[in-house]
C-alpha cells in the first residue's frame, strides 16, 4: 500500500532537516484522525452520528492499519462512548508513536536521540527519502492550485488539513488566505460517497475540539 493519510499528515508536519513536529498537538490529533479514514476506506470502519464502528475486523495487510483496527476493536466494545472525539483523546499518542515508527520502518525518516541539557530526552526524525513527500506535495498543489479534480484520499487529506486550520503545513510558503477559499471548497465537494463524507464532517468537529480542550488542560497545569 501506498503512504496512509496519517503517514502523510506527519510528514507535512515534520521539518525535513530538523525533525522537529510542527503543530504539535493538532498535527497529532489529525494523524489520528487520518487513521480512522483511512480504515473507513478500507471498508473496516464506519462512522454514525460522529460514533464509531468497526464494520469488518479483518486484517488489511498494514500493520499501521491493523495495529489501529485492533485496538479500536477492543475498546469499542468496552465503553459506550465510542465517538471520534473520544478516540482521538485515547489512542493519539499510541497513534502518533505507531506512524512514526511506521515512517521509520519504511526509510522514510530516520530516528534521532538527543538529552536537553544533558537530562531530558527528545527524540526527532528528519527526513531520509524525500520521494513520498515530494509526490504528497505535488498531488497536493495539483487540487488546490491548479484546479485538478481530487480522489477520494486527496480530497479526504485537504479536508482534514482545513479542518484543523493546518493550511500551512501543506503551503508553508504561500498566505493562508491564498489556498484557504480553494481547500474550503473541496472540503464541501461531492468527491467522495456519503460514508466517507460523514467521517470526515465528524473527524473535522473532533480535531479542533480536542486541541481546545488540551490547550485548556496545558493552561492549568
Known amino acids: 500500500m501506498s503512504v496512509t493519510l496519517g503517514e502523510e499528515i506527519m510528514l507535512l508536519s515534520l ?33 454514525d452520528g460522529g460514533r464509531l464502528e468497526v464494520t469488518n475486523p479483518s486484517p488489511t495487510g498494514v500493520a499501521l492499519l491493523d495495529g489501529c483496527l485492533e485496538r479500536l476493536g477492543a475498546w469499542a466494545r468496552t465503553t459506550r462512548s465510542a465517538t471520534v472525539a473520544a478516540w482521538l483523546w485515547k489512542d493519539q499518542g499510541k497513534t502518533v508513536e505507531a506512524t512514526l515508527a511506521s515512517l521509520r520502518e519504511r526509510g522514510i525518516v530516520t530516528e534521532e536521540r538527543h538529552r536537553v541539557l544533558g537530562l531530558f530526552p527528545v527524540r526527532r526524525y528528519p527526513e531520509a527519502d524525500g520521494a513520498a513527500e515530494r509526490e504528497l506535495r505535488a498531488r ?72 481546545a480542550a488540551a490547550a485548556v488542560a496545558a493552561a492549568a497545569s
Do not use: Y
Open 15 to 47: 521539518d525535513d532537516e530538523s525533525g522537529q513536529a510542527k503543530d504539535r498537538w493538532t498535527a497529532g490529533w489529525t494523524v489520528t484522525g487520518g487513521l480512522l479514514l483511512e480504515l473507513v476506506l478500507a471498508g473496516r470502519l464506519g462512522v
Open 140 to 211: 497536493l498543489a495539483a487540487v488546490v492550485l491548479e484546479g485538478a479534480e481530487p480522489d477520494e484520499r486527496t480530497g479526504g487529506l485537504i479536508a482534514l488539513l482545513h479542518g484543523a486550520r493546518l493550511h500551512r503545513l501543506a503551503f508553508p510558503d504561500l498566505p493562508r488566505g491564498q489556498v484557504e477559499a480553494r481547500m474550503a471548497a473541496i472540503a464541501e465537494g461531492q468527491w467522495a460517497g456519503d460514508a466517507f463524507r460523514d467521517a470526515i464532517r465528524a473527524t473535522q468537529a473532533a480535531v479542533p475540539a480536542a486541541t
